[in-house]
Every structure is written in structure tokens, then in C-alpha cells.
């Protein structure tokens, strides 16, 4: 089945071309006034406000690789093969709802550890990543002592997340360490700061990291009728302006490179004022955006967050609902996934590990569903079709057939196709699931045996540390 299309070639060319005439005249902020000499002895011009205009011409010149070697992802809705799993990545979550207690913790590097260890089990061979923030330590130092953090509890780290440029070399030293590879650790989505800028702490990193040949991305998070106009084509023109504005920067520090891009769009809710990411306009907004990069820039950009940013702060039905919406249009439209949320919750503000397991059963679910109808001679069962006929004496719950394949349907873990029993029962439905959630996730922890932990790579990582301690903060790493 072809991908849905949202608007018409002509519709795009519009967009497209909002955004060039954007670019071109109202420019765009580079908070660096070295990156803004940079870009302007490439080719940019003065503009307003310390501004600097982009030529349409540049524009079309840092995409004719692009568009030469593109990466547009499939064109239709491909079948799913193999197992489903959500991951312990970088979820990067501020906060820990805690299910013993029904609080939302402060992520801290013991959560952060808990949670490793639960990862190191549950996603075996493949690495961990840093789920949770470790707000214990000062952000200068967080991303290195998280990965320490990691290090101390699986041997295989997946990855870091670099903040700030002045933590790139300790990073990427880290990344040497445990991995043999200096870029491991350094990857990053820098986001632009709609409307139209590139603050400081962005513009520090891409010059840090293009210059590497590090995995960078250029990410954009308007919110309609807030930071960006209040309707879905003004959105888009916005966001689009601002990714063009990340990848000329990228381009003129790197010109080799061809770095990808993710659009989170929110939409300003008027009664509350708080911004939602799960909004059918913030999904529209998303997936024109994508869709506008596939069709004229070469692709390479995709829906940042995909499921997993919803409004809902709790798990249950309205986390349901959301990530649902999210995960098939997400897959309709661009062929992504299909994917389930990762455990977060309010928008990737707090991780669940609750809501990880119920996470992984509605992927269950979408992967098998995304992995089609086979119609081969032992599926089309005509044989014990023939056989049964109008199933008067026998069915085909006994027939060789169903004992040869019924391990092929899909069983859920946690979620009750039992009848009804009691009305007090039933009631509490809800509450069994998440109860079961959690028993599942303590299951898989409780598996979780030391690693062994090279005295090597640790005194190397904390030496890396102590260095990072002292110039970045003035003081000595705590015992």
C-alpha cells in the first residue's frame, strides 16, 4: 500500500518556497558571532537585527547532494519481520514515576542505574542507553557521569548525549574507552529555537561537532499560536525555514556532511496554555514536514519522539489513545515503525516503567499487524478447509492445521481477553494492568547479575571525569 499523501506537489512547491523567501528575507539568528562571520564569508548576507539572510541559491546548492543521494525511506507500507522490542535508549526523561509509591521522582544516577540494570536484561545483546537524566550532578558534568553511571552496571553503553560543546572532548574520550570509537558518544539533535534562531549553546555545538564528522541532527519544535503561526501551513513553512537554516550552518562547517533533521511540532492549547505534541494539527504539522523534505530536499527528516510524546501524565487510557493516534499516522504517512511510545510520559518529561511494558505489548500488537497476510498453499488451509467442512462433529480447533500453526498468533502479555466474572472485578481492569505491568518489569530486573566492569576503562573514565570536574566546574569530582 502506497504512503498517504497529505498535500499536492504543487501545495509542497508553495511550502518549499514560503520558506526560501523566509530565509532569504526576514533571515535567520545565529547566536555566534563567529558562526555568523562564518556563514556570512560563505555566502550569506547582512540582515537585520544581527540577522543573516540566505540566498536562495545557497539553499539549493547545500541540497544538490542532498537531492543526488537521497534517503526517502520505503514507499510503501513494507511487512514486519522478526521480533518487536521498546529499548532503553536515550530517553533522556527529567523525572521517574516511581509504581511502589505512585510518586514522580527527580531523576537521579541510582534511578538511572535501576533502570540500566532492568535494560541490561531485557534488550540483551544490544546496548543501553541513558533513559534518565541524572539530576544529582551539575548539568556541565551530567552527560559524563551518566555514562559512567552506565558503565558501572552493563558492558554494553549504547550511548552518551552531549549538551554543551565544552563536554564533547570528554565525551568522545569516553567513547574511545569503552567503545574504540571517538564519535559514539557525541551524537545530538540540535534544535533550533523558533522562531528563526540558533542560540549560543546550538551554534557551540554544531562548531564543535561538524568539524568531527559527528552524527548530528537539526531539530525544530514550533509551537502553533505560540512561536509559530497559528495554522498548519504557517507552521510548516516555519519549521522547514528553520531546518534549511540548521543544515546550511552544517553544510558551510562540513560540507561532506549530510546530516538528518526531526520535526516535534506542538499546537498552543487556548484554555490551558500548555502545548500539546499529540494535537491532530501538531501531527499534520509533523508529517507535512516530512513530507515536504521527501519530495524536495532529499528526505532525511523524520517525526522526533515518533509515540512516545503524548499529553497524557499518567499511564492508562488517555496514553492509550494517544500513542495509537500517533504511532498509525506516524506509519501511514512516512512509513516509520509502526512504533509504540518508549515509557515516557507528559510529553518526555517522565519515564514509566510501567508504561515501557505496556509500551511493548501495544507495539506487539502493530508489529504483527504491519507484518501482513501470508497466502501461501499451508496458509490458504484448503486441504483442512476440505476436510471439516460445516464443522458438524468435528472443528478446527482438533485439526492437524491448527496444531501445526497456532503458535503463530500472537499472545498478549498483560492485556485480558478473559469473559467477564464480577462486576467488582471488572471494575478495576485498569488497575490489574498496570499491576501486571509492573510485576513483568520487576521480573526481568530481578534477573539482573554484575557485569564485570574492566578496572581499567573505570579508572580511564574517572580520570576523564576528574578533568571534566575541574575545568568545567573549578572543582574536584566528589568520592
Not at 236 to 259: D, K, N, Q, R, T
Not at 304 to 313: F, I, L, M, Q
Not at 383 to 390: A, F, G, K
Amino acid at each position: 500500500m502506497a504512503l498517504a499523501r497529505l498535500a499536492t506537489d504543487a501545495e509542497l512547491d508553495r511550502i518549499f518556497d514560503g520558506a526560501l523567501k523566509v530565509l532569504e528575507t526576514a533571515g535567520f539568528l545565529y547566536q555566534s558571532p563567529a558562526l555568523r562571520d562564518t556563514l556570512v564569508v560563505a555566502g550569506c548576507l547582512d540582515g537585520p537585527g544581527d540577522r543573516v539572510r540566505i540566498p536562495r541559491a545557497m539553499v539549493q546548492t547545500m541540497l544538490e547532494p542532498r537531492l543526488a543521494s537521497p534517503a526517502l525511506g520505503p514507499d510503501s507500507l513494507a511487512r514486519r519481520q522478526g521480533p518487536y522490542r521498546v529499548g532503553i535508549g536515550s530517553q533522556l526523561a527529567q523525572f521517574y514515576l516511581d509504581p511502589e509509591t505512585s510518586r514522580r521522582l527527580p531523576a537521579d544516577r541510582a534511578l538511572l542505574a535501576e533502570v540500566t540494570r532492568f535494560g541490561h536484561v531485557w534488550q540483551d545483546p544490544e546496548p543501553v542507553g541513558p533513559v534518565l537524566l541524572a539530576r544529582d550532578v551539575p548539568p556541565p558534568v551530567e552527560p559524563i557521569e551518566a555514562v559512567i553511571t552506565l558503565a558501572q552496571h552493563t558492558d554494553r553503553v549504547a550511548a552518551g548525549y552531549v549538551h554543551y560543546a565544552d563536554q564533547v572532548p570528554y565525551l568522545a574520550e569516553m567513547g574511545r574507552i569503552l567503545t574504540g570509537d571517538a564519535q559514539r558518544f557525541i551524537g545530538i539533535c540540535v534544535f533550533a529555537v523558533t522562531p528563526l534562531r540558533l542560540d549560543r549553546r546550538a551554534c557551540e555545538l554544531l562548531q564543535a561537532l561538524m568539524p568531527r564528522g559527528a552524527s548530528v541532527w537539526i531539530g525544530t519544535q514550533p509551537a502553533s499560536g505560540a512561536s509559530s503561526p497559528v495554522t498548519v501551513a504557517g507552521t510548516v513553512v516555519l519549521a522547514v525555514a528553520e531546518i534549511l537554516a540548521g543544515w546550511v550552518a552544517c553544510h558551510v562547517l562540513a560540507p561532506e556532511a549530510l546530516p538528518g533533521a526531526g520535526v516535534c511540532s506542538g499546537v498552543l492549547d487556548m484554555r490551558t496554555a500548555d502545548v500539546s505534541y499529540c494535537a491532530p494539527e501538531a501531527m499534520l504539522q509533523d508529517l507535512l514536514c516530512v513530507e515536504v523534505f521527501r519530495h524536495r530536499a532529499g528526505g532525511r527528516c523524520h517525526v522526533a519522539g515518533c509515540a512516545s510524546y503524548t499529553d497524557a501524565k499518567w499511564p492508562g487510557s488517555q496514553r492509550a489513545f494517544e500513542q495509537a493516534f500517533e504511532a498509525l499516522t506516524i506509519y501511514y504517512h512516512t512509513g516509520d515503525g509502526p512504533h509504540s511510545g518508549s515509557g515516557l510520559l507528559e510529553s518526555g518529561k517522565t519515564f514509566s516503567p510501567v508504561q515501557l511494558m505496556l509500551d511493548q505489548e501495544f507495539g506487539e500488537y502493530l508489529w504483527r499487524f504491519a507484518g501482513g497476510v501470508g497466502v501461501s498453499d499451508e496458509a490458504l488451509a484448503l486441504e483442512s478447509i476440505l476436510d471439516i467442512t460445516d464443522g458438524i462433529g468435528e472443528s478446527h480447533m482438533t485439526s492437524d492445521h491448527t496444531l501445526e500453526h497456532w503458535r503463530g498468533l500472537y499472545s498478549p502479555h498483560l492485556l485480558d481477553r478473559g469473559c467477564w466474572q464480577d462486576d467488582t472485578r471488572e471494575a478495576r481492569g485498569e488497575a490489574r494492568l498496570l499491576a501486571r505491568a509492573w510485576e513483568q518489569y520487576r521480573e526481568v530486573r530481578d534477573q539482573y547479575q554484575p557485569t564485570h566492569v574492566s578496572p581499567e576503562h573505570t579508572r580511564a573514565l574517572e580520570q576523564v571525569a576528574e578533568d571534566a570536574w575541574r575545568q568545567s566546574l573549578g572543582v574536584s569530582r566528589p568520592a
